[in-house]
């Protein structure tokens, strides 16, 4: 097994080990905002899952993806952030 194949099942089995706690804290809760936190979260483990294989296997279109994945993931949290600020604030 070459330092390459083992780094990348190190990074598979982390980036497991991390979809294991956040998909708990997306179905436990205690709240909204901290389920909200846990899919931002499953979505970027999920991007590290896509870039590991970019790696495992060479091919660097996946890294476009990755970059997508992430840009859309931001914006959709920023997005439900403010719509949260709105609905506190009293929907001005």
Known sequence: MT???????????LLLLALICA????IKGPGLLDR?????????VIA?????YAIESKLSV????VMVLAMVVFFGTVAF???LEKKIDGGD
Not at 23 to 26: A, E, G, I, P, V
Not at 36 to 44: G, K, N, S
Not at 62 to 65: A, G, K, N, Q
């Open 3 to 13: 330092a390459l194949e083992w780094m990348v099942n190190l990074g598979y089995t």
């Open 23 to 26: 998909m708990y804290r997306l």
């Open 36 to 44: 909200v936190v846990a899919l931002d979260l499953v979505a970027m």
């Open 48 to 52: 590290g899952f896509i870039t590991v």
């Open 62 to 65: 996946f890294l476009d993806v």
């Open 81 to 83: 952030g403010r719509y």
